[in-house]
């Protein structure tokens, strides 16, 4: 058995792998401050696996945190995925792979090798990034906007009047959450700043992802097949067309994947 491992900004998400099958799968939320006492709680009941592959786009610290981890608890160095050129007829687009997050990578390498056909990849957690496959292969290039939570709080902290107002909505909904995560996102006009929010941000994806499938269609004769992952992937489905497909552990079947390779 095999432990895969998909550490980002705020959660760390897990699953075994055995016979090319993934099974197990869970995650929690950490913090540098939680991960120390959170990883033995979660995996002291693991069977001590014969390999542990990592994606990491944490600190530099927290992944020599669980790398320690991995080594003291089963005498194993765990191994760092990274983002390649090519593989498994998958093209890389960057002119410096290395400055890609290897999670987005191996969600884009999983994606197509389930499915070989023009595709749009949305990894939806702290930030949002939307990626491009060719018919082909060849990955055409992405773009990265903040998520909707980051949104928010960026615009709250960066704006006294928008922090103003939040404060003020959230009081009129004392019993439940902030507003913008309470509202369903829709592209339409906002009618209270936490819905203005919450809805500029649903236009711009709904624009990103238009100009994605025009772009295509124009260049591919195709319509691509969207697919979504990621954290937060439940807050824009409603968003994103008929043709999607939610597929919530693309990152860790990169991962196998690339081990496979």
Partial sequence: MNLLVDIGNTRIKWACAEDN????????????????ALLPAHWRALQAPQQVHVASVAASATTAALCGYVRSTWNLEAQLAVTAREQAGLRNAYHDVNTMGVDRWLALLAAWRRHHRPLCVLDCGTALTADVILGNGRHAGGFILPGLTLTAATLAQETQGIHEQSIHEHGAHEHGAHEHREQ??????GRS??????NGFACALTGLLAYCAGKLKEEQGAE????????????????????????PHLVLEGLQEANLQ
């Fill in 224 to 247: 691509p097949l969207f697919i979504v992952t990621g954290g937060a992937a439940a807050q824009i489905l409603p968003l994103l067309p008929e043709q999607t497909l939610h597929e």
């Fill in 21 to 36: 099958v993934l099974f197990g799968h869970n995650a929690c939320a950490y913090t540098p401050d939680t991960l120390a």
């Fill in 184 to 189: 369903a996102l829709q592209a339409d006009f």
């Fill in 193 to 198: 700043t936490a819905a203005c929010i919450n």
